[in-house]
Nanobody, 123 residues
Framework: QVQLVESGGGLVQAGDSLRLSCAAS????????MAWFRQAPGKDREFLAV????????YYADSVKGRFTISRDNAKNTVYLEMNSLKSEDTAVYYC????????????????WGQGTQVTVSS
């Protein structure tokens, strides 16, 4: 089992950058693929990015490709989401999630979720 806590959200202006962190506790962090999702009011949860257990492989949604970067530090049990050139449509609650083994982009495959962190981008 793994517990996840996101941090780093806040209010920024369009064009700004922000880095989210997700700290994991529990055993065997290195065996979990880690992903970021977001959910805006009235919308479905949206996949953003995922990183493999050893960090060698990543995959991004088209909506954030080239602007967002996912990374992980297994020594610190932490995964990051670097967000650049933020837009008002990036406003949402951002969640990190973990699944055992190979990564996918389907939120239904992820068993463990953080509580979320709010990102608000003003235009």
């Amino acid at each position: 089992q793994v517990q996840l806590v996101e941090s780093g959200g806040g209010l920024v202006q369009a064009g700004d950058s922000l880095r989210l962190s997700c700290a994991a506790s529990g055993r065997s962090f290195t065996y979990y693929a880690m992903a970021w999702f977001r959910q805006a009011p009235g919308k479905d949860r949206e996949f953003l990015a995922v990183i493999s257990t050893n960090g060698a492989n990543t995959y991004y949604a088209d909506s954030v490709k080239g602007r967002f970067t996912i990374s992980r530090d297994n020594a610190k049990n932490t995964v990051y989401l670097e967000m650049n050139s933020l837009k008002s449509e990036d406003t949402a609650v951002y969640y990190c999630a973990a699944k055992w083994g190979p990564f996918t982009s389907d939120y239904a495959d992820y068993r463990y979720w953080g509580q979320g962190t709010q990102v608000t981008v003003s235009s």
